[in-house]
Protein backbone atom coordinates (compact mmCIF):
# COMPACT_ATOMS: atom_id res chain seq x y z
CA UNK A 1 0.00 0.00 0.00
CA UNK A 2 2.89 2.50 0.43
CA UNK A 3 4.35 1.65 -2.55
CA UNK A 4 0.77 2.45 -4.15
CA UNK A 5 0.54 5.63 -2.58
CA UNK A 6 4.06 7.08 -3.44
CA UNK A 7 2.88 7.08 -7.03
CA UNK A 8 1.13 8.61 -8.99
CA UNK A 9 -0.59 6.41 -12.00
CA UNK A 10 -1.84 7.49 -14.92
CA UNK A 11 -4.80 5.50 -16.82
CA UNK A 12 -6.55 6.14 -20.15
CA UNK A 13 -10.29 5.73 -20.44
CA UNK A 14 -12.35 5.74 -23.06
CA UNK A 15 -16.01 6.83 -22.02
CA UNK A 16 -19.09 7.24 -24.18
CA UNK A 17 -22.19 9.06 -23.67
CA UNK A 18 -25.22 10.44 -25.32
CA UNK A 19 -22.90 13.36 -26.69
CA UNK A 20 -20.45 10.99 -28.35
CA UNK A 21 -17.09 9.12 -27.85
CA UNK A 22 -14.42 10.79 -25.63
CA UNK A 23 -10.75 9.82 -24.15
CA UNK A 24 -10.98 10.31 -20.46
CA UNK A 25 -7.01 10.40 -18.86
CA UNK A 26 -7.02 10.40 -14.77
CA UNK A 27 -3.86 10.16 -12.63
CA UNK A 28 -3.74 9.57 -9.46
CA UNK A 29 -1.93 9.36 -6.34
CA UNK A 30 -0.25 10.96 -3.21
CA UNK A 31 2.01 13.84 -2.96
CA UNK A 32 5.43 13.35 -2.68
CA UNK A 33 5.08 14.22 1.33
CA UNK A 34 2.17 11.93 1.70
CA UNK A 35 0.07 14.63 3.07
CA UNK A 36 -2.09 14.79 -0.13
CA UNK A 37 -4.14 13.19 -2.52
CA UNK A 38 -4.65 14.52 -6.06
CA UNK A 39 -6.39 13.54 -8.71
CA UNK A 40 -6.00 14.81 -12.38
CA UNK A 41 -8.45 14.56 -15.41
CA UNK A 42 -8.46 15.42 -18.93
CA UNK A 43 -11.56 14.71 -21.31
CA UNK A 44 -10.81 14.91 -25.13
CA UNK A 45 -12.58 15.17 -28.41
CA UNK A 46 -10.57 14.81 -31.26
CA UNK A 47 -7.57 15.11 -29.25
CA UNK A 48 -9.19 18.86 -28.06
CA UNK A 49 -9.63 19.17 -24.18
CA UNK A 50 -13.44 19.71 -23.55
CA UNK A 51 -13.35 18.94 -19.67
CA UNK A 52 -10.20 19.09 -17.18
CA UNK A 53 -10.46 18.79 -13.79
CA UNK A 54 -7.84 18.55 -10.63
CA UNK A 55 -9.20 17.15 -7.09
CA UNK A 56 -7.00 17.27 -3.96
CA UNK A 57 -7.82 16.27 -0.64
CA UNK A 58 -5.74 16.11 2.76
CA UNK A 59 -4.70 12.65 3.69
CA UNK A 60 -6.11 11.96 7.65
CA UNK A 61 -5.51 9.04 9.15
CA UNK A 62 -7.01 6.56 7.39
CA UNK A 63 -9.66 9.37 5.95
CA UNK A 64 -9.21 11.65 2.84
CA UNK A 65 -10.54 15.27 3.85
CA UNK A 66 -12.14 17.63 0.81
CA UNK A 67 -9.90 20.31 0.36
CA UNK A 68 -9.74 21.59 -3.38
CA UNK A 69 -11.33 20.81 -6.50
CA UNK A 70 -11.41 22.78 -9.70
CA UNK A 71 -13.15 21.71 -12.87
CA UNK A 72 -13.67 23.31 -16.17
CA UNK A 73 -16.07 22.28 -18.97
CA UNK A 74 -16.99 24.13 -22.17
CA UNK A 75 -20.29 24.23 -22.80
CA UNK A 76 -21.74 25.57 -26.48
CA UNK A 77 -18.26 26.55 -27.09
CA UNK A 78 -18.11 28.63 -23.94
CA UNK A 79 -15.52 27.95 -20.88
CA UNK A 80 -17.53 27.53 -17.39
CA UNK A 81 -15.42 26.76 -14.16
CA UNK A 82 -16.38 25.89 -10.83
CA UNK A 83 -14.01 26.17 -7.60
CA UNK A 84 -14.96 23.93 -4.37
CA UNK A 85 -13.00 24.32 -1.37
CA UNK A 86 -13.53 24.05 2.34
CA UNK A 87 -13.25 26.03 5.01
CA UNK A 88 -12.92 23.52 8.01
CA UNK A 89 -13.13 25.99 10.83
CA UNK A 90 -16.66 27.61 9.68
CA UNK A 91 -17.48 23.80 7.92
CA UNK A 92 -18.44 25.46 5.12
CA UNK A 93 -17.84 25.02 1.57
CA UNK A 94 -17.18 27.97 -1.01
CA UNK A 95 -17.83 27.60 -4.59
CA UNK A 96 -15.99 30.29 -6.69
CA UNK A 97 -17.77 30.36 -10.40
CA UNK A 98 -16.72 31.56 -13.46
CA UNK A 99 -19.48 31.64 -16.53
CA UNK A 100 -20.87 33.64 -19.31
CA UNK A 101 -24.01 33.25 -17.18
CA UNK A 102 -24.37 35.76 -14.88
CA UNK A 103 -26.37 33.70 -12.48
CA UNK A 104 -23.30 30.83 -12.58
CA UNK A 105 -20.74 33.58 -11.50
CA UNK A 106 -18.92 35.02 -8.45
CA UNK A 107 -18.71 33.50 -4.91
CA UNK A 108 -20.89 31.61 -3.03
CA UNK A 109 -21.17 29.50 0.16
CA UNK A 110 -22.66 26.38 1.33
CA UNK A 111 -23.12 25.00 5.30
CA UNK A 112 -22.25 21.27 5.61
CA UNK A 113 -24.93 19.65 8.20
CA UNK A 114 -23.06 19.23 11.40
CA UNK A 115 -21.30 15.96 12.48
CA UNK A 116 -21.42 15.00 8.79
CA UNK A 117 -18.59 12.41 8.41
CA UNK A 118 -17.10 10.66 5.56
CA UNK A 119 -16.84 13.47 3.45
CA UNK A 120 -15.84 12.96 -0.07
CA UNK A 121 -15.18 14.55 -3.80
CA UNK A 122 -17.33 12.67 -6.41
CA UNK A 123 -14.03 12.07 -8.03
CA UNK A 124 -12.06 10.15 -5.85
CA UNK A 125 -15.15 8.40 -4.43
CA UNK A 126 -13.33 5.03 -4.71
CA UNK A 127 -9.92 6.42 -3.38
CA UNK A 128 -12.04 8.04 0.00
CA UNK A 129 -13.38 4.42 0.27
CA UNK A 130 -10.18 2.61 0.40
CA UNK A 131 -8.40 5.03 2.68
CA UNK A 132 -10.71 4.37 4.85
CA UNK A 133 -10.61 0.52 4.83
CA UNK A 134 -14.01 -0.33 3.15
CA UNK A 135 -12.61 -1.80 0.00
CA UNK A 136 -10.40 -4.19 1.91
CA UNK A 137 -12.99 -5.16 4.49
CA UNK A 138 -15.89 -5.74 1.97
CA UNK A 139 -16.25 -9.16 1.38
CA UNK A 140 -19.96 -10.42 1.90
CA UNK A 141 -22.15 -8.73 -0.24
CA UNK A 142 -24.37 -5.81 0.16
CA UNK A 143 -21.96 -4.64 2.79
CA UNK A 144 -21.86 -1.17 2.72
CA UNK A 145 -20.35 2.35 3.79
CA UNK A 146 -22.67 5.83 4.40
CA UNK A 147 -20.30 8.52 2.26
CA UNK A 148 -21.45 12.13 1.76
CA UNK A 149 -20.50 13.35 -1.61
CA UNK A 150 -19.64 16.83 -3.12
CA UNK A 151 -20.49 17.16 -6.93
CA UNK A 152 -16.77 18.62 -8.40
CA UNK A 153 -17.59 20.81 -11.52
CA UNK A 154 -21.47 22.08 -10.07
CA UNK A 155 -22.89 23.34 -11.38
CA UNK A 156 -21.73 23.14 -14.54
CA UNK A 157 -21.34 19.30 -14.35
CA UNK A 158 -25.16 18.69 -14.00
CA UNK A 159 -25.63 20.38 -16.94
CA UNK A 160 -24.37 17.66 -18.75
CA UNK A 161 -26.72 15.42 -16.88
CA UNK A 162 -30.48 14.99 -17.26
CA UNK A 163 -32.92 14.38 -14.74
CA UNK A 164 -30.46 15.06 -12.32
CA UNK A 165 -30.70 17.09 -9.15
CA UNK A 166 -27.97 20.59 -9.54
CA UNK A 167 -27.25 19.85 -5.78
CA UNK A 168 -23.37 20.69 -4.56
CA UNK A 169 -23.97 17.90 -1.91
CA UNK A 170 -25.79 14.41 -1.22
CA UNK A 171 -25.53 11.68 1.06
CA UNK A 172 -24.80 8.41 -0.66
CA UNK A 173 -24.03 5.24 0.20
CA UNK A 174 -21.35 2.69 -1.35
CA UNK A 175 -22.49 -0.96 -1.40
CA UNK A 176 -20.14 -3.94 -2.29
CA UNK A 177 -21.89 -5.87 -4.89
CA UNK A 178 -19.76 -8.75 -4.92
CA UNK A 179 -17.69 -10.26 -7.96
CA UNK A 180 -18.62 -10.28 -11.94
CA UNK A 181 -17.27 -13.30 -13.81
CA UNK A 182 -13.86 -12.09 -14.32
CA UNK A 183 -12.92 -11.75 -10.77
CA UNK A 184 -13.40 -8.02 -10.34
CA UNK A 185 -15.04 -6.86 -7.41
CA UNK A 186 -18.40 -4.75 -8.13
CA UNK A 187 -19.22 -1.51 -6.26
CA UNK A 188 -22.43 0.21 -6.14
CA UNK A 189 -22.71 3.81 -5.49
CA UNK A 190 -26.46 4.94 -4.64
CA UNK A 191 -27.16 8.39 -4.67
CA UNK A 192 -30.06 10.76 -5.21
CA UNK A 193 -32.34 7.71 -6.17
CA UNK A 194 -29.61 6.83 -9.11
CA UNK A 195 -26.87 3.78 -8.76
CA UNK A 196 -23.44 4.17 -10.50
CA UNK A 197 -21.32 1.37 -10.72
CA UNK A 198 -17.54 0.41 -10.27
CA UNK A 199 -15.49 -2.35 -10.93
CA UNK A 200 -12.18 -2.53 -9.66
CA UNK A 201 -9.24 -4.90 -10.55
CA UNK A 202 -7.60 -7.46 -8.45
CA UNK A 203 -5.35 -4.08 -7.15
CA UNK A 204 -8.29 -2.50 -6.67
CA UNK A 205 -7.83 0.03 -9.76
CA UNK A 206 -10.55 1.03 -11.49
CA UNK A 207 -11.51 -0.83 -14.83
CA UNK A 208 -14.49 1.06 -15.74
CA UNK A 209 -17.80 2.83 -14.47
CA UNK A 210 -21.19 2.55 -15.41
CA UNK A 211 -23.99 5.28 -14.81
CA UNK A 212 -26.77 3.14 -16.52
CA UNK A 213 -29.66 5.86 -16.08
CA UNK A 214 -27.27 8.26 -17.77
CA UNK A 215 -26.01 5.92 -19.98
CA UNK A 216 -22.62 7.42 -19.60
CA UNK A 217 -19.40 4.35 -19.79
CA UNK A 218 -16.29 4.52 -18.62
CA UNK A 219 -13.61 1.79 -19.37
CA UNK A 220 -9.83 1.37 -18.79
CA UNK A 221 -7.53 1.54 -22.20
CA UNK A 222 -4.09 1.25 -20.17
CA UNK A 223 -2.36 2.68 -17.44
CA UNK A 224 1.24 4.56 -17.38
CA UNK A 225 3.43 5.01 -14.33
Same mark, same amino acid.
Given at each position: ?????????????????????????????????? /?? +????? *?????? &????? %?? !???????????????????????? /?? +????? *?????? &????? %?? !???????????????????????????????????????????????????????????????????????????????????????????????????????????????????????????????
Amino acid at each position: MKEDKSKSLKILYKQKDPSGDFILSREAGASASQ /KE +FVVKG *QLLADS &QVVEQ %LI !SISDIEKKLLRPNISQFTVWINKE /KN +FSEIS *QDKTLN &QLIIR %LK !SPDPNNNGVKFFTLPENTQNICFFSQVIECARYEGFIARATKENDSLEINLIWDGYPFFHKLLENFPSKLFSPGILVFGGKNKNGDKRFILKIEGDEVLFELDSKDKLLRRIWISKGITIEKINDKL
